[in-house]
């Protein structure tokens, strides 16, 4: 099941940072080599590094937008 990250701005902050760690952590092990599959359940199943760099990248507008809010 692939989840929806088109709608950032509605996602609580705790669920922003867990997301913004979790994408950190993968692109750190697909860094160093370690294509883990990861379960069906998991948050970034289904996305490559490409795909976890780009989201990060939202991920980190939308905490910085929220701070000078």
């Known amino acids: 099941m692939k989840t929806d990250y088109t709608n950032l701005p509605a996602l609580p902050d705790k ?3 867990t997301l913004r760690n979790n994408l950190n ?3 750190d092990s697909l ?3 370690g294509e883990k ?3 069906p359940s ?3 199943h289904g996305l490559d590094e490409a795909q976890c ?5 939202k991920v980190l507008q ?3 937008k929220r701070a000078t809010a």
């Open 15 to 17: 669920k922003l940072r």
């Open 62 to 64: 939308e905490m910085k």
């Open 42 to 44: 998991h948050m970034l």
């Open 31 to 33: 860094g160093r080599g």
């Open 37 to 39: 599959h990861l379960p």
């Open 25 to 27: 952590n993968r692109l």
């Open 53 to 57: 760099k780009e989201l990060l990248t």
